[in-house]
């Protein structure tokens, strides 16, 4: 151990580390002995009023939702949690720290005297991620940060995996029959999706069915209340690439529900038997995982089995499929079912008219090429003119245009330069061209 001698204070143990670090480190320890002082005191703070490394913290996880106040906080989950050794001798010269042998316990003895001097020593940057001290300081009026801003930026615990996974025990624990229902499906909570309303392009026509949708959810009981159930069922229409699972995928991000993605492909058993039995227990399990989305892909596959497939088993599976379909609701079950086909005329009418909006995903025509080509872009340091590369892409999807900021950002740094250039990205165009001359070469 290594010994660090401040000026003005007494000698004691901890790791050398750069004056800054061990500023931050100090700030990052009383920002959690203040946040849980707070919400000890404070009984309309809850769950989503922490931020989630506090939640951590403070014991929060799946198979515990809830405070269990009175918060205490110790030395070893500090460490444990923050990363921070030796909390107490980091802090023991404040005169707001008090430290308890007995479970190494820290905490503060007068809240506001304590929060004025962190607000006074660099603090404000903590209180614009962190909603208890933003409401905390509000109340005392020593921060012009909003509580109710940074709120709502903060990541709620029912979009963790914990909760989600601590739902999904809950089920199984309550129904045996649904033990293979998980594996049947992807499932992600919308912490782990990367996609976002804001890296995408979307039509006019997919941005008004998301306010739809957002205006039905916020007008849920209402609704129910006047029997208006016929919301909430999508069907996603076009060539592949072209943003149907992204935008399914963001959506999650978007109203805070979990995703439950199904490939019908996926869930036909070789015993035919099977395939309804599984069917159902993805409509159950969705139900039962109130709210979240099921996303349905390949949702051609349904009109592809009801024409050619002269098996009674299977097209009773489909007909279960569609009697499901017609039994699920948004403003009932909390389930928001998105269909995805790049088929769309395969549908039959018993297909179609089993969703309320229909929603088109054309390829990119010239500006909004230019506006993918922008954003997947804007990322790095580039040189080239994106109009000519907007005009060069025609027919190109989505898809497409990322696969060529992809291979030009490879290609500039095979040549040692994190700046993508004009001759980089004629590597994924080409690549494109070729793909495409393969795929629709006749054989």
């Not at 922490?50 to 929060?60: D, K, N, V």
């Amino acid at each position: 151990m290594r010994y660090y001698y401040p000026a003005s204070a007494e000698i004691y143990p901890v790791a050398i580390m750069p004056e800054k670090d061990a500023a931050n480190a100090i700030l990052k320890l009383f920002e959690a002995l203040l946040t849980a002082s707070i919400i000890n005191s404070n009984l309309k703070l809850g769950i989503n009023d922490l931020s989630p490394i506090h939640r951590q913290l403070f014991g929060i996880n799946g198979s515990i939702a809830e405070i269990k106040r009175p918060v205490t906080i110790s030395e070893g989950a500090l460490q444990r949690v923050l990363g921070i050794s030796a909390a107490y001798q980091k802090l023991k010269r404040n005169p707001f720290v008090k430290y308890e042998d007995f479970g190494q316990r820290l905490s503060v003895t007068a809240v506001e005297p304590a929060a004025r001097w962190f607000i006074k020593k660099g603090g404000e940057s903590f209180i614009s991620k962190n909603p208890v001290l933003a409401y905390y300081f509000e109340e005392i009026q020593a921060s012009p940060i909003p509580y109710a801003d940074v709120k709502v930026q903060n990541l709620p615990f029912e979009d963790t995996r914990a909760y989600l996974d601590s739902k999904v025990a809950m089920i199984l624990k309550e129904d045996e029959t649904m033990k293979s229902a998980p594996d049947l499906v992807i499932l992600s909570a919308p912490e782990e999706i990367e996609q976002s309303l804001e890296n995408l392009v979307c039509t006019q026509r997919q941005i008004d069915v998301i306010k739809k949708i957002k205006t039905a959810l916020r007008h849920q009981e209402y609704l129910k209340e006047m029997r208006i159930y016929e919301l909430g069922k999508l069907l996603f229409i076009g060539p592949p690439g072209t943003g149907k699972t992204s935008l399914s995928l963001a959506l999650s991000h978007e109203i805070h529900m979990p995703i439950i993605e199904v490939r019908l492909s996926m869930v036909t058993s070789q015993y035919l038997g099977e395939t309804s039995k599984n069917i159902d227990k993805i409509f159950e399990f969705a139900k039962r995982m109130t709210p979240c989305i099921l996303f349905i892909d390949e949702f051609d596959y349904v009109a592809k089995s009801r024409v050619t497939d002269d098996h009674g088993a299977m097209k009773r599976a489909v007909n279960m499929l569609l009697k499901n379909i017609d039994r699920i609701s948004l403003i009932q079950d909390g389930v928001l079912l998105i269909g995805a086909t790049n088929h769309p005329q395969l549908l039959d009418d018993a297909a179609w008219r089993r969703f309320d909006d229909v929603v088109e995903f054309p390829l990119p025509d010239h500006n909004v090429r230019k506006e993918i080509l922008s954003k997947f872009l804007s990322q790095f340091e580039y040189d080239c003119d994106l109009e000519e590369l907007a005009k060069r892409s025609e027919g190109f999807s989505g898809s497409d245009l990322h696969i060529i900021v992809k291979e030009g950002l490879i290609a500039s740094l095979a040549r040692s330069s994190q700046r993508i250039e004009k001759q980089d990205l004629e590597k994924g165009i080409k690549l494109i061209t070729d793909r495409n001359s393969i795929r629709f070469t006749e054989r």
